[in-house]
């Protein structure tokens, strides 16, 4: 068994009522893992024996900075040319399954629990090689160069072998792991896996700039979203804009963990000129 949820797909029976809890805001959106059904799949030039759900795009009103898709590769199926977009960067965790992954000529296999970055201008390709569906989440941004430092170099690791960084003065019952240096400036963003035990919490409203997208990989919890507390389990995804406030318990009776996006590490991007008139 997977420690990490995957949506099942499928259909609910004609005789169940309706009581989704889908949010979108102008501050934030909430998809519970039912609305995960076959009918809002799609489908992607260059991929074979592939579905995904798109569950974050840049629009306005919505995720500004990057792309979040959970895919579902059947065995045989993955792509030799998987983004056109030659300037994104990717990250990737599989939730369960088995893939190769091969970057710039080198080969490497994805189980569950393992992550990949992949940095711009990479050429890569991927094929799920088990004999059931590899699952994965795949986070896409156009990266964001900064004078003075090279791209990232591509990473494939595991979860298992990174310890779990605690919050200060928490006991360990808020903690996070950290797949690359929060130092390293290179990266204009993170993913990373957070963690509380039962009954931590973060204790305060988190207002700051970066935006964030969060799915539920495990467990249960409260989380608050700008005016509300909004019950969340394994399979939910939040997308929160910058300032949004945010706060969260961990009320289940096991860990709370999910994965987050963060933009990080560059400068606030500025209107050009004429935005407002020329200048003075």
């Not at 369960?96 to 710039?104: F, S, V």
Request: glycine letters at 10%.
């Amino acid at each position: 068994m997977s420690p990490y949820f995957s949506p099942p797909g499928g259909l609910p029976p004609q005789t169940q009522l309706m009581t989704g809890r889908a949010v979108f805001t102008e501050a934030y959106a909430f998809l519970p893992r039912g609305v995960f059904s076959d009918i809002v799949t799609s489908f992607l030039p260059g991929w074979t024996k592939t579905r995904l759900w798109v569950i974050a795009r840049p629009m306005t009103g919505f995720a500004e900075t990057f792309s979040q898709y959970v895919m579902e590769v059947s065995p045989g199926g993955g792509s030799d040319a998987p983004d056109p977009e030659t300037g994104a960067e990717h990250w990737l965790f599989f939730t369960t399954g088995l893939a190769t992954l091969t970057i710039d000529g080198e080969g490497q296999e994805l189980e569950t629990g393992s992550f990949a970055y992949i940095p711009p201008g990479c050429r890569w390709t991927l094929h799920a090689e088990g004999s059931a569906p590899a699952r994965f989440h795949w986070l896409r941004k156009l990266y964001e160069p900064a004078p003075g430092l090279a791209a990232p170099d591509p990473l494939i690791i595991a979860e298992a072998d990174i310890p779990p960084t605690p919050m200060p003065d928490t006991q360990g019952r808020w903690a996070t792991t950290r797949f690359v240096d929060p130092a390293d400036l290179r990266h204009d963003a993170h993913v990373t896996i957070v963690t509380f035990q039962p009954g931590g919490l973060i204790p305060f409203e988190e207002t700051h700039v970066m935006e964030h997208g969060l799915y539920v990989l495990e467990g249960k919890a409260v989380y608050k979203l700008n005016r509300d507390w909004v019950e969340v389990e394994a399979g939910d995804f939040m997308w929160l804009r910058a300032f949004c406030p945010q706060a969260c318990y961990a009320a289940g009776p096991g860990p709370f963990r999910y994965l987050l996006y963060k933009d990080v590490n560059r400068h606030a991007k500025l209107r050009g000129p004429g935005a407002f008139g020329p200048p003075r």
